[in-house]
């Protein structure tokens, strides 16, 4: 069974950076296109940025690119996102996921999420 756990969450300064890593055990990572999403109280989840099993293609939603940047390591099975100008309303839950997408943003596409992590910009 593919699993993916996320770590790296926490409260941040607006203007400053965080990066967000998934580890991704079961199967090789190298098997997958994996994105980043998120979710705010109240909010749909919304997809982030996409990065695909080998790393050629990445996609990114409007308003984080230039902001925020996909990589993937898959001789350690992991998946980051690096954000950076975090503002306030950039506060939400931030999932990975899994499927055998290429470049895709759409939620219904990936079966396999993490259990998420709290990332709070906040002065």
């Known amino acids: 069974q593919l699993q993916l756990v996320e770590s790296g969450g926490g409260l941040v300064q607006p203007g400053g950076s965080l990066t967000l890593s998934c580890r991704i055990s079961?199967?090789?990572?190298?098997?997958?296109?994996v994105a980043w999403f998120r979710q705010a109280p109240g909010q749909e989840r919304t997809g982030l940025a996409c990065?695909?099993?080998?790393?050629?293609?990445?996609l990114y939603a409007d308003s984080v690119k230039g902001r925020f940047t996909i990589a993937r390591d898959n001789a350690k099975n992991m998946v980051y996102l690096l954000m950076d100008s975090l503002q306030p309303e950039d506060t939400a839950v931030y999932y990975c996921?899994?499927?055998?997408?290429?470049?895709?943003?759409?939620?219904?596409?990936?079966?396999?999420w993490g259990q998420g992590a709290q990332v709070t910009v906040s002065s």
């Open positions: 990065i695909s099993s080998g790393g050629a293609s990445t």
């Open positions: 079961g199967f090789p990572a190298a098997d997958y296109g």
């Open positions: 996921a899994a499927g055998y997408v290429v470049a895709t943003l759409n939620p219904g596409d990936f079966r396999d």
